[in-house]
């Protein structure tokens, strides 16, 4: 199995993502990391122990990190996940506790106590992140990649141009491109595509399966943006791709391209991306050391992963 630790702002998709981690064989989830961005710390943490509880999983080691992003305040995004985080959805308060150390000290005595080099599995603003590759920059040699969800090739979310995870700390991003570890991008243009179509999702969500119930709450509940507004979002199975990516990369199209991450202006926290037939060419020179080269998922067999995400969860 691939060792991994997920860093995490739970929120309804990561919870979906958790889930789904924990019960692929293909995966040996090491630990949790927990930052703010869909919610507070403070929820972020208690959310992911809970949905540790829905997962029956065994113990696994949850910390929490930064509260907030590097250079700036923390920014709610509770018109998308809701007050809580985790939508209309209510868990029952956890036994399980949050180690007493910081995340970037449980992610630290991880990926040095591994066999096998780690892969970082980035699921939310990467503040965590790069915290870790500052402090401690020898460990990147037992860091097999990461694989991050954020970003876009396209479309935005935060801006019309800036994905949400990015936009939330992109210094922390820019810090992690240039890590020198190679980089997986899971942006926008392939989280948009996959999800759980009604009437399915909604079964789910009132059908016999407790976890079912969860994950189709999960699935159904996300955001209530007004009565006369439907979510972007909805049904979308979102950061639950990027682990899918993990252990189905075929179902992938991916290019090696160069990115780099706005940092000013309106377009600050968009992720370019270098998409011509020769990337690099620019009439004005000068600019190339400050692009990075990232495998970018451009496209994906959407039924393929959704169909993965429910037999992996046994609701298939
Ligand atoms: C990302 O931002 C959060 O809302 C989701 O959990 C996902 O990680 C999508 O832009
Ligand atoms: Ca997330």
Redesign the pocket.
């Known amino acids: 199995a691939i060792p991994v630790i997920l860093d995490v702002?739970t929120?309804?998709?990561?919870a979906l993502a958790i889930l789904f981690a924990v019960a692929h064989p293909g995966l040996d989830v090491l630990g949790i990391s927990c930052v703010a961005?869909?919610a507070s710390l403070e929820r972020v943490v208690e959310n992911t122990l809970r949905i540790l509880d829905v997962a029956g999983a065994p113990d696994i080691p949850v910390a929490a990190g930064a509260r907030r992003p590097l250079l700036e305040p923390a920014r709610s995004?509770s018109h998308?996940?809701g007050e809580g985080g985790l939508g209309t959805l209510r868990l029952p308060p956890s036994d399980r506790r949050a180690r007493d150390v910081s995340s970037i000290e449980l992610m630290r005595t991880l990926i040095e106590a591994s066999p096998h080099p780690v892969t970082l599995v980035a699921?939310?603003p990467q503040t965590n992140l790069a915290l870790l590759l500052r402090q401690y920059p020898d460990l990147t040699s037992n860091i097999e990649r990461i694989v991050f969800?954020?970003g876009s090739a396209s479309v935005g979310?935060?801006t019309a141009v800036a994905?949400?995870?990015v936009w939330h700390d992109p210094e922390a991003a820019a810090i992690v491109l240039d890590s020198g570890i190679p980089t997986f991008m899971y942006g926008?243009d392939v989280?948009n595509q996959v999800g759980i179509a009604e009437p399915a999702a909604s079964a789910l969500a009132t059908g016999s399966s407790e976890l079912g119930r969860v994950v189709g709450s999960l699935l159904t509940n996300r955001i209530v943006l007004g009565a006369d507004r439907t979510s972007e979002y909805s049904g979308l199975i979102?950061?639950a791709g990027a682990v899918c990516a993990l252990v189905d990369p075929g179902a992938l199209r991916t290019e090696m391209r160069p990115v780099r991450i706005q940092l000013s202006g309106y377009g600050r926290g968009q992720t370019l991306v270098d998409l011509r037939r020769h990337p690099g060419e620019d009439i004005v020179h000068g600019l190339a050391e400050e692009w990075e080269t990232v495998e970018v998922a451009l496209d994906v067999d959407a039924p393929r992963y959704a169909r993965l995400f429910l037999a992996t969860l046994g609701l298939g």
Do not use: Q, S, T, W
């Open positions: 702002d929120g309804v998709d990561d961005g869909n995004a998308v996940h699921l939310a969800m954020g979310n935060a994905e949400f995870n926008l989280f979102g950061d």
